[in-house]
């Protein structure tokens, strides 16, 4: 099983639409959680942290579930310029390896 | 600020030549890491380092080398580079030791072409 899953879409959705993404990890003891955005050939930006009981940012919501061992990213009323790649990071175990995983792409269309 | 500093930002190499990536960061980081990502994938770890002078493998470490003999710097070596190694070198350092802060500030990435 690998350490960080994440269903590598595409998701194609139309603007102003909602989108969820989740990512599992197979780790118990994990402790850190993030997720980044990645544009086309350019190094990946810190979207979000993820907390432990939940964060939101304007229309970005994360979630962690410790019982389930995934986080996910909750996207409202998507705009043209969120389509890119989002990266779900994760510290595997009680260290700081951190790893990600492979990347869901989101396309919204107008 | 300066940050995160790769070089070189492109290179090609010939098939078992060597070379050094080199990563520099000017934050006073502690903890540094060296991730590529092929086309189309996600990124996957090759080395970390917690501070000066302590190295781990990732997930995907075998035909690189690292050294950190200062905080600032964290070199990764090819050795006798394969075309397997086509990829997109990115370098990152981190603040803190964990817990729900410690974001990884990345360079531009190298991208490296083994013909």
């Known amino acids: 099983r690998k350490e960080v899953e994440q269903d590598p879409g595409p998701f194609n959705v139309p603007e102003g639409a909602t989108v969820a993404f989740n990512c599992t990890y197979s780790n118990s003891a994990s402790q850190s959680f993030f997720w980044y955005r990645q544009d086309c050939r350019k190094e990946p930006k810190l979207l979000m942290s993820v907390y432990s009981s939940g964060n939101e940012d304007g229309r970005f919501t994360a979630q962690l579930n410790r019982a389930s061992q995934y986080i996910s990213l909750l996207i409202r009323d998507s705009k043209l310029s969120d389509s890119a790649t989002y990266l779900c990071v994760v510290n595997v175990g009680y260290g700081n390896k951190l790893v990600f995983g492979a990347g869901t792409i989101l396309r919204v269309k107008s | ?115």
């Not at chain 2, 200062?70 to 964990?98: H, I, K, M, N, W």
């Open chain 2, 1 to 115: 600020n300066a940050g995160v500093t790769q070089t070189p930002k492109f290179r090609i190499l010939k098939i078992g030549q060597s070379m050094t990536l080199q990563c520099a960061q000017d934050m006073n980081h502690n903890y540094m890491y060296w991730y590529r990502q092929d086309p189309g994938m996600g990124l996957k770890l090759i080395y970390y380092s917690v501070g000066a002078g302590i190295t781990d493998k990732g997930e995907v470490p075998n035909g690189y080398n690292v050294s950190r003999s200062t905080t600032e710097d964290f070199p990764l070596r090819l050795e006798l580079a394969a075309p397997s190694q086509t990829s997109v070198y990115f370098c990152a350092s981190r603040p803190l030791a964990g817990g729900e802060a410690g974001e990884l500030f990345f360079g531009e990435g190298s991208r490296l072409t083994v013909l």
